[in-house]
């Protein structure tokens, strides 16, 4: 293996591979990209102009004409890691409602909509030295990554997660409901027509059930610090 300038990072909803993610970004001093943010920006704009989520020609067009930007975070008191812009409004918020979790599996299985984030997401890798990361980042976006990893844990340990952190930023949250969507996002994600998420066959699979982020960060970027340099170690 050679210089590393491509981390892609792929698994099921909530297995900690964004916070995660991020981390080791932050600590190789690489770009990040949460792939995901874009399938939600897409369902968030459907919504808010009344395109109906199940009309997929419609929802293609729109997925096409939208500009969706990821920055580093504008306002890191409100915990935000990055700042997502959709034509320009900042809804880095507004694609973590209950309302987006509830209709991005059915707009992310269309075709046409996941041929468009793709070719973004293939702009944004060729800058070199990113952590990218989704459901199908080894498998399509960047099939030739020199590193892949795939990012797991039980779904109740997910859905404890995500409980955890609706809890903490202030909202009830109901672990069973949330188990329950957990369970139907893993399974409209696995068994879609289109880039079903699954691990790359040259995969290193990392399951965090139990484990604690900085320990999973740690190993990550012991994979690749001796070789993201020129690949000298
Ligand atoms: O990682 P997330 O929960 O923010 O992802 C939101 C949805 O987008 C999820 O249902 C799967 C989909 N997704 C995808 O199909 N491909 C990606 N590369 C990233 C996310």
Avoid at 7 to 13: N, T, V, Y
Avoid at 18 to 38: K, P
Avoid at 113 to 134: I, L, S
């Amino acid at each position: 293996m050679g210089a590393i300038n491509v981390i892609a990072i792929d698994g099921p909803a909530a297995s900690g591979k964004s916070t995660v993610s991020q981390q080791v970004a932050r600590e190789l001093g690489f770009l990040f990209l949460d792939t995901g943010c874009m399938y939600r920006a897409v369902t968030l704009a459907a919504w808010q102009r009344g395109v109906d989520v199940m009309n997929e020609t419609a929802v293609t067009h729109l997925a096409e004409r939208l500009v969706i930007e990821i920055q580093p975070a504008t306002n890191e008191e409100d915990g935000r890691h990055y700042t997502v812009l959709l034509d320009g409004q900042d809804v880095t918020w507004e694609i973590r409602t209950p309302t987006v979790d509830a209709h991005v599996s059915q707009v992310s299985s269309y075709l046409g909509v996941r041929q468009e984030m793709v070719r973004r997401q293939r702009a944004f890798g060729k800058r070199g030295q990113v952590v990218m990361v989704g459901r199908d980042i080894g498998t399509v976006v960047m099939p030739d990554a020199p590193l892949k990893l795939y990012i797991t844990a039980t779904a109740a340990e997910r859905a404890h997660r995500r409980w955890q952190d609706r809890q903490n930023q202030g909202h009830t949250a109901d672990y069973e409901a949330i188990l329950a969507d957990v369970e139907r996002r893993d399974e409209i994600d696995s068994n879609r027509e289109h880039s079903p998420l699954r691990p790359a066959a040259d995969a290193i699979i990392i399951d965090t059930t139990g484990r604690p982020v900085e320990e999973v960060v740690a190993e990550i970027v012991g994979m690749v610090r001796p070789l993201a340099v020129n690949g000298k170690p």
